[in-house]
């Protein structure tokens, strides 16, 4: 069949058709898929303004900042999507973290952020040059562990801890925490090839067929580089957003 199709049941009168969620895109939509579309948009309106306003609150700094259209997008595809395990890779002051728990907070889920909070950490070597100028003088300023004690204790004190784990913790030593499949990964740890690539390596594996990849700094030649790899997994980009990328696992 070409698409756009949908599979009929002979037994049905036309227009009814028979949706199969195991198909990619574009099916036919059921009166009840509606309204189950209707009750995530609702939830998924909720958690986005939860998010904005807490997001609000984290101004972007030198280190991190996810946009808060990034966080939005994350908040809205993970509820609609009903991605209720996720999983991100480079958690700094929250900006894309939060937006995560929110999300998995109305679907009954859990959002795991890992990132060791350490000056080593932060040694980048294939940064764009005038970022990569400044990463020495930003380290020697920075109480990295204030920065993950702010977080945690603004997590525990805004969610019920059932909807997130911060490991404080590389990516690498974290692999085997992660005892579950994951629905939507995110990666924004260290931008060095090689580190993106073990990120890669270590974690697209345990995301579950259908499931979601985000990177983020796809403009960065560094990550750019390694973004093939993806298609080794059997995933395929959904969405360019210059800075960032989504892939999708195919099922
Ligand atoms: C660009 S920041 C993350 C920004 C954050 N996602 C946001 O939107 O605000 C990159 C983070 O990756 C962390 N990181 C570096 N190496 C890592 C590794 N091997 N595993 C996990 N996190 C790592 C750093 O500590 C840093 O906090």
């Not at 609150?57 to 996810?66: A, K, L, V, W």
């Not at 005038?130 to 380290?139: E, G, R, S, W």
Request: aromatic fraction near 10%.
């Amino acid at each position: 069949m070409n698409p756009p199709y949908a599979v009929t049941d002979n037994n049905m009168n036309p227009p009814y058709v028979k949706t199969n969620h195991n198909m990619n895109p574009p099916y036919v939509k059921t009166p009840k898929d509606f309204q189950q579309d209707m009750i995530l948009l609702k939830l998924s309106i909720k958690a986005h303004m939860e998010a904005r306003a807490i997001i609000g609150t984290i101004p972007p700094d030198f280190f991190g900042g996810g946009p808060t259209e990034k966080g939005i997008w994350l908040v809205d595809t993970i509820v609609r999507n009903q991605l209720r395990n996720c999983v991100e890779i480079g958690v700094w002051r929250g900006r894309s973290f939060i937006p995560l728990v929110v999300a998995v907070k109305y679907i009954g889920g859990h959002a795991v952020g890992i990132d060791p909070y350490t000056a080593e950490a932060m040694a980048e070597s294939e940064a764009p040059a005038p970022i990569l100028a400044d990463i020495p003088k930003n380290v020697r300023v920075t109480d990295f562990d204030k920065v993950y004690r702010e977080l945690l204790m603004m997590l525990q004190t805004t969610f019920n801890s059932s909807h997130f784990t911060l490991f404080r913790k590389t990516a690498q030593n974290t692999v085997d925490d992660i005892r579950f499949t994951i629905d939507l990964l995110h990666i924004d740890g260290n931008h060095d090839r090689e580190l993106v690539a073990v990120d890669i390596a270590l974690y697209v594996p345990k995301v579950r067929p259908g499931g979601w990849i985000i990177l983020d700094d796809t403009d960065w030649q560094s990550v750019q580089s390694t973004l093939k790899s993806l298609k080794n997994y059997n995933a395929r980009q959904v969405l360019d957003a210059g800075s960032w990328q989504a892939w999708r696992k195919q099922l």
